[in-house]
């Protein structure tokens, strides 16, 4: 093995980032080393690109970004009781202390003393990566890589949709972003009713229906009434299911306006401020569910993402709008930053023969 | 069985209520005719008493009011099939209509074609009642009439309570009512962990500790600082279960700031307007349960709350802290709107020899 | 509307059953009259035709048979309240009195004065039928009729595949019947994982397989080896789920030993005797929890198997293997109780110009 | 620290344990040393002691026995994160690897490469001991130091009567040892309703009494009839719950008779070999739940029984029949051997001066 690599760098505290040669790190006692295959772009990673008052309060340059990742194992730490050299792994980012007492009722994902792969360790924008075993997800040897780098992301999907069963239920999906159109594929291959997906991006509203949704409701276009339109087609109940993705004002008050009595409000979005919420109408005499929810649950997420995607009914390939070099990675950022809104996930590959 | 009999009425729009003899009503079908023995005054009741706007746009004079209630079946429905007379029974005030797809989804509690006792239907406060079987409770022939009487407005605490599992679980109560109050015993009995109030009113947190919290917090006391002693006292983590009974911005607030992470919180005060809620911090980021919780279950809670009474653990007799005769009627509501909140439930008996 | 109609009746004690004319029934106050579009044969209606010991000492002779149904309503009893003339109903055939503490404890279905639709009441095969509105269900107007009979019987694969979320998860289902078939398409449909398939009759596996079966295993061809295969397709852990649709001894210890360590047995298939049971190692030190299935929850199951249906995952007409007039209900039983077992559902119409 | 220990071994092949001096262990470097405050005998250890033939096939010699215990820690490894010196611990005999996939199901207490302290592992019986930090839990200071040696046979009965909610439902417990025992005290502690007991030994029934139980029935008196008596005592309809903790024939077969519909079966109890079971009559029409239990749930278990603790409603006193020094530890096995049952749980303390 080389004892350098390249990786993408926050070198210092300020926006941008940098490709530079570092060394290839150890693997501790119970790590692994992957080799990288593909490491993919998160929401996350643009803000400490553009070095938002959040990063500049957590990141602790010099760091290596990225956290959504796939790649082989090539080394193991002494400890590591299941992985072995050559198994094709996947990373859950959120890296628990399994001891607390939040990891212990069941919470790791959340746990008190959470480390962030990428954020608070090194990260997978590299050739080589340090993966923690108990983060460590094992797939199936032929899964597509590119599909493989994101499941972290997707796993956000799977939890806000499953965190109750969605099946023969109907589902109202606020938003249009990459959670917003995997979410729709996520309820449509566990055999959700009828699903609304309400958005702002014809072109991404199309990939939600490419993924399985049934009704769109664009809000930028004019007469578009979300509630009206989604009480009508539910013979004025409302849906079963409301999973909001934007952390929106309008959308959270359009979802709980939306929901059924005994419904349940997946919320994932995440808003810059405060919420006003119709507690008495929109909750309490609803008998509404309003569930947080925050990465994915350690491991029950995991095990339906990969049942879902071992049966063949669901297929992200929609969301994965790039496949580009690692070396390319400026071109990655930049087509998030874009104004049209037309890019999904950003897949990068060390190797670009492996695109 | 005498044709007439007393009952209280709102005889016409406006405040007051008079006492007027009026005839004793008919059992339908599938319904039971009460001779009643306890009735007991709803914060519901006193608003139609003052006849706010609420009020004016529901209510139908001329109507018996009431709706909390325990008697002995004298007369039974044709159609009638389990009841018979001779039995103690309570009534569950939530009517259902036990088809429409709210009450088919397990919701009978808040039907959507939901009527309610003594408000949309001939009510309580008079020497007989007709009871539809649908809504009507056997008791235990030997339970305490006044207890009986109050099952409805004990079951909203013990729903709330128990709308997951609370045994072993810290508890946070915000609220001194008598919903409050009975909610602090409701736990006790169920085997919660500690258990922390915070209320306004000294007299009432005393009621409070008799039915078991551990801990008082009067906020109307200089210093007191609700979050700062809860966490302290949780290592940092935060309690397991919130249970907030009194809908005031403060409470919600500062219940979602000592919740601890994945914990649950049962939603049963009703603001008058929106509230603000940190959505991403109090509810997203702690996977954090919100839970509406309206009436009682139908029947869940009604099994849980006899069985806890049968226990003898249960024992909400502090509450009630007037037992007078129905012909006290406007004794009961002055003590009910008086400044110094010593009123918990007033209990109203149509046969003075009953108290 | 014609006063006589054609009805299939058991006339007599005895085996057999016989087309006679008899008297359109009247709906009571909260029942409705509906003109059957579709009936199909249960495999207790084969029980009643050939009169076995339960037959004897249950049914009471002259009785219209048959529970499986769907038309339109014609006429409506006086206090139906959401049901209107015009509507596409199919029927639960479990009658519940809705006010026994099983039924306030949400097992309608299981009521302890259950009726059962053509068993205990004047059944379907006939041109009308009386359908209580508590049984009722409105389908959407254009589900095929022969599936709108069937909801039933597929209603029991979708209470035992989903009496827990089975999305993602691993699952073996036991039994090639209609209702084994059937519950591989609902698992399917739901978002299951791999699915495996154990059965005797390769027409009907073949059946299962365009339902959605991974792996068929059929036990009467020498070297199968059911146990072995599953632990090792599934790394030696076992399956998530086992639906065991049989009743065997054989599949009951089977199924408990391709169980992973705390997974969900959903036990639906009815032996005729005791069964022996490893407790120790295939319950207690797996931390398995097995459910007993029986019919379909009102109305949790009915509303997954609607929403499935419309999601258009599920489709259950590969199991519907004969469409028959009514008249030729002997074939319809002989077509059961042949021994090539080519028979899935018979679906039977009384206008034949309807099929 | 001296070097050297006073230990229980089982020091060769055979029936009998010895007392030897040994070196007092490290910890490694995600473990803990413990000084043992008291140590109790489980009925493993009984069984180790007269070395039957699961022993002679699991037990490596020589061994220091012993899982039961609860010290203060001395020295803490170099990875240990939250324990730190004077912490006053018991341990989970239940050691998971954490990263199998039965681990990430939530089921670490039966995981796949389960190790079981004093079994796989150096035990307790001792002056001093290793715990590793994964199976450590830090009590409050003041516990009664004989109550929390014993915290993981209790936590059997915390698990087996909390798998699901308890508060408000009748309950039989089949079983009159500590487990059957215990259980009693917890399900009265979180609210159950009726709680009836199956026993046969006067002086441990009322034990049962003492921990709460209503109604007790000695299957060795003449005349009594378990099945009639308690569904007599619940106008037929049964139990919503039967914690079966002895694994006999007729214990599970009495339980499955007087659960109700719907109703949960917990089976704690190991049978010796097979067991019939009425499947089709006491689970399928039913809609019962059986429950596999095995260990405690980690740690949903726990934190429910320091809470219960906590709580001042759940005392296990009476379980503690025998307190005695390390040093008399064939007193102890003597004791549970005797056949007049009189035995509970027999707690050991290195230094005679604590009891």
Known sequence: MSEKMRAILKAQAGPGLEMHMVDIPEPGPREVLIKVKATSIC????????????????????LVLGHEVCGHVVQIGRDVTLLKEGDFVSAES??????????????????ANLKILGIDTRGTFAEYAVIPEVVAWKNDPDLDPAIAAILEPLGNAVYTALAEPITGQSVAVFGDGPAGINVVGVARASGAGRIFQVGKYPFRLDLGRQMGSDVCLNITEPGTDVVGTILDATEGI?????????GSQQAVSEGLQVLRKGGRFSAFGLPAGPIQMDLANGIVFKGARILGINGRLMWETWFQMAGLL?????????????????DDFEQGFAAMDAADRRAGKVVMYPDPADI
Chains 1, 2, 3, 4 share one sequence.
């Open 43 to 62: 929401g996350t990673d643009r803000h400490v690109y553009h070095w938002d008052d959040w990063s500049a309060s957590r990141i602790k340059p010099p």
């Open 238 to 246: 409302g849906v079963d299911v409301v999973l909001e993705m934007t």
């Open 310 to 326: 071992r049966s063949g009914k669901l297929d992200p390939s929609p969301v994965i709008t790039h496949r580009i070099p690692l």
């Open 94 to 111: 959120h890296i628990p202390c399994t001891v607390c007492p939040v990891c212990r009722s069941g919470q790791q994902h959340i746990c």
